[in-house]
């Protein structure tokens, strides 16, 4: 079965400090993989997407994510955090055979001024 | 463009109740699928309609039911509602079932009390 884990329920940065939001994942063949962030009281926006290619994918904001295949994981990062960065991400695998989201239990996101 | 939309925004019903929520896909696009965000936790998948059927399905009672019209608009159906039912439900659409990026509208609060 697909799954993804993300083991921080909240990460504090510092604004203008580098940022990671940890994702691990776990499919059967090649991973389709994105982030999404979620304001207060809003519905989910895309950030970016690994389907295939370089393992660096740039999305919205600012924000980018290094696919490591060996490690299984899909770090979520920015090199200089933004206090409105300060939000819900959840990282997600595409379970192509069932064509659904499948969604990781979410990391909070705290950038103190 | 108009993104995803839902409605309405915020219902509040009470137990037993029926309530009907509505999504106006991303303009092209044909798939919609629904998704539950319970409290602090990541969306969970509910069910996918395509051409105008339902074509999977996630973990969920049949109290949980849909439609998808020829415009490719649709509505979730949630009969003889439990106070476990107050969640955001999230709409998401896509170009087709395995369309790689999945929109997002900013889902409808629903509070069963």
């Known amino acids: 079965a697909q799954s993804v884990a993300q083991p921080e329920d909240q990460v504090n940065v510092a604004e203008g400090n580098p940022l990671t939001v940890k994702c691990t994942y776990s499919?059967?063949?090649?991973?389709?993989l994105f982030w999404y962030v979620q304001y207060p009281n809003r519905g989910l926006q895309f950030l970016l997407k690994?389907?295939?290619?370089?393992?660096l994918v740039k999305g919205s904001y600012g924000f980018e994510a290094e696919f490591n295949k060996s490690q299984t994981s899909f770090h979520l990062k920015k090199p200089s955090a933004l206090v409105s960065d300060s939000a819900l991400y959840f990282c997600?695998?595409?379970?192509?055979?069932?064509?659904?989201?499948?969604f990781g239990s979410g990391t909070r996101l705290s950038i103190r001024p | 463009d108009a993104g995803v939309t839902q409605s309405p925004t915020h219902l509040i019903k009470t137990r037993g109740q029926q309530v009907t929520l509505r999504c106006s896909p991303k303009?092209?696009?044909?798939?919609v699928s629904w998704y539950q965000q319970a409290l602090g936790q990541g969306p969970q998948f509910i069910f996918q309609?395509?051409?105008?059927?339902?074509?999977q399905r996630g973990n969920f009672p049949d109290r949980f039911s849909g439609h998808q019209f020829p415009n490719y608009s649709s509505e979730l159906n949630v009969n003889a509602l439990l106070l476990g039912d107050s969640a955001l439900y999230l709409c998401?659409?896509?170009?087709?079932?395995?369309?790689?990026?999945?929109?997002f509208g900013e889902g409808s609060w629903l509070t069963v009390v």
């Open positions: 998401a659409s896509s170009l087709d079932r395995r369309g790689n990026t999945i929109y």
């Open positions: 499919v059967s063949g090649n991973p389709y």
């Open positions: 690994y389907i295939t290619g370089d393992n």
């Open positions: 997600a695998v595409r379970d192509m055979r069932a064509s659904k989201i499948i």
């Open positions: 303009s092209g696009h044909d798939t």
């Open positions: 309609y395509y051409e105008e059927e339902e074509r």
